[in-house]
């Protein structure tokens, strides 16, 4: 019951922006976005976050879109080390108020020499 | 500012015994959630602890269990293990489970059953 939709494979040339899309329609208000990536064998690695406004951190840019429907994930200047498989979460609150996450099948992205 | 940690790393066990997986949260988190990762597939959330108290549970039978202790580290129970639990099993930590403050996981415990 993942509440996002993601392609499921990208390839971005060495040194290009790498721009990864979710969409996810049915976000609700007070919903934030978060996005992930895991790179083989390791634990998902915490990117960056957001509520409506876009945010930059030194890892990435967060693009939302006005209505909250979709949002684009940007690597400015995408290394191999980038290559990874790449969640966008939105994490629904649960019965008792609490937050758990919901993780779809993500984008592998491919970082290409 | 050590992240999550969790033991063992690898874990090799036979059809019906019972395993048990270790975290300890990023310091200055309280609240510790344990997630499945079968191969080439997204997490899949288990449980939430906060308070020592599990908060919320994913679609996961009674075999799976955990503790929080004081010290906000954590254990997940396994028993009467299946073939279909091999997995990565996930640890993740936050700053209360009410904030919008981000998981930071661990590198999981990769549990084989033979």
């Known amino acids: 019951d993942a509440k996002t939709t993601q392609p499921p494979s990208m390839d971005c040339a060495e040194g290009r922006a790498a721009n990864l899309p979710c969409n996810h329609s049915?976000?609700?208000?007070?919903?934030?976005v978060y996005w992930y990536r895991q790179i083989h064998s390791q634990g998902p690695q915490y990117i960056i976050h957001?509520?409506?406004n876009n945010e930059t951190n030194e890892m990435a840019s967060l693009i939302i879109t006005e209505d909250r429907k979709s949002s684009t994930l940007i690597l400015p200047h995408a290394t191999l080390r980038d290559t990874a498989v790449y969640y966008c979460?939105?994490?629904?609150?649960?019965?008792?108020?609490?937050?758990?996450?919901?993780f779809g099948t993500g984008t592998r992205l491919k970082v290409l020499a | 500012d050590a992240g999550v940690t969790q033991s063992p790393t690898h874990l090799i066990k036979t059809r019906g015994q019972q395993v048990t997986l270790r975290c300890s949260p990023k310091?200055?988190?309280?609240?510790v959630s344990w997630y499945q990762q079968a191969l080439g597939q997204g997490p899949q959330f288990i449980f939430q602890?906060?308070?020592?108290?599990?908060?919320q549970r994913g679609n996961f039978p009674d075999r799976f269990s955990g503790h929080q202790f004081p010290n906000y580290s954590s254990e997940l129970n396994v028993n009467a293990l299946l073939l279909g639990d091999s997995a990565l099993y996930l640890c993740?930590?936050?700053?209360?489970?009410?904030?919008?403050?981000?998981?930071?996981f661990g590198d999981g415990t990769r549990l084989s059953i033979l």
């Open positions: 979460i939105v994490r629904p609150p649960t019965t008792s108020g609490t937050y758990k996450y919901i």
């Open positions: 993740a930590s936050s700053f209360q489970p009410y904030s919008n403050q981000p998981q930071h």
């Open positions: 602890y906060y308070e020592e108290e599990e908060r």
């Open positions: 310091s200055g988190h309280d609240t």
């Open positions: 957001g509520l409506k």
């Open positions: 049915t976000i609700s208000g007070n919903e934030y």
